[in-house]
Antibody
Framework: QVQLQESGPGLVKPLETLSLTCTVSGDSVSGGSFYWSWIRQSPGKELEWLGHIYYSGSTTYSPSLLSRVTISVDTSKSQFSLNLSSVTAADTAVYYC???????????WGQGTLVTVSS | QSALTQPPSVSGSPGQSVTISCTGTSSDVGSYNRVSWYQQPPGTAPKLMIYEVSIRPSGVPDRFSGSKSGNTASLTISGLQAEDEAEYYCSSYTSRDTYVFGSGTKVSVL
């Protein structure tokens, strides 16, 4: 049973960097068929895809966040991480990590973690 | 990149059918059979219900079906049940090798 679990601070100050980690169990992030993704949902709003990483380290990011987002992977720990720099209140959201199955869809999700940007 | 367009809400009585539309462009929905649908009850993570336009993952009831015509994809729930009440989102792969989600549709069971 594949499980994903987000971890990281729930409160980040404006202009600082938001950092989250997703730990994957029941599967290996080194599996060739999957991309490891970050998706967020601002309160009461739709889902927003932020980007994903392949086990090789190859990344693809949302054009709207390209200058601020970095995703990395640590295959030895079966983890991947999100860094979002220079955050503002608009970055307050529930952040989900998810497994993208080829190009088919996001078939497994973490439970999500709320990150609030506030001083 | 703009979100795919979905109706804000649809509703139906138990046993009826409802259809949710998801309209994109020729750069996403219209060009790829990489449309997926997600069910999200309040306070929970989304769940994959349909992938590649019309394929149901194991465990998803067959009353959920998907289709696509041109730039618009659709999700139909037949034989609506109380447990189907949730927010539903579509998603599509795009020509920029990125993903875009829909604006979301709240399904209410009357």
């Amino acid at each position: 049973q594949v499980q994903l679990q987000e971890s990281g601070p729930g409160l980040v100050k404006p202009l600082e960097t938001l950092s989250l980690t997703c730990t994957v169990s029941g599967d290996s992030v080194s599996g060739g068929s999957f991309y490891w993704s970050w998706i967020r949902q601002s309160p009461g709003k739709e889902l927003e895809w932020l980007g994903h990483i392949y086990y090789s380290g190859s990344t693809t990011y949302s054009p709207s966040l390209l200058s601020r987002v970095t995703i990395s992977v640590d295959t030895s720990k079966s983890q991947f991480s999100l860094n979002l720099s220079s955050v503002t209140a608009a970055d307050t959201a529930v952040y989900y990590c998810a497994r993208l199955w080829g190009r088919r869809g996001f078939d497994h999700w973490g439970q999500g973690t709320l990150v609030t940007v506030s001083s | 990149q703009s979100a795919l367009t979905q109706p804000p809400s649809v509703s139906g009585s138990p046993g009826q059918s409802v259809t949710i539309s998801c309209t994109g462009t020729s750069s996403d929905v219209g060009s790829y059979n990489r449309v997926s649908w997600y069910q999200q009850p309040p306070g929970t993570a989304p769940k994959l219900m349909i992938y590649e336009v019309s394929i149901r993952p194991s465990g998803v009831p067959d009353r959920f079906s998907g289709s696509k015509s041109g730039n618009t994809a659709s999700l139909t729930i037949s034989g609506l049940q109380a447990e189907d009440e949730a927010e539903y989102y579509c998603s599509s792969y795009t020509s920029r090798d990125t993903y875009v989600f829909g604006s979301g549709t709240k399904v209410s069971v009357l």
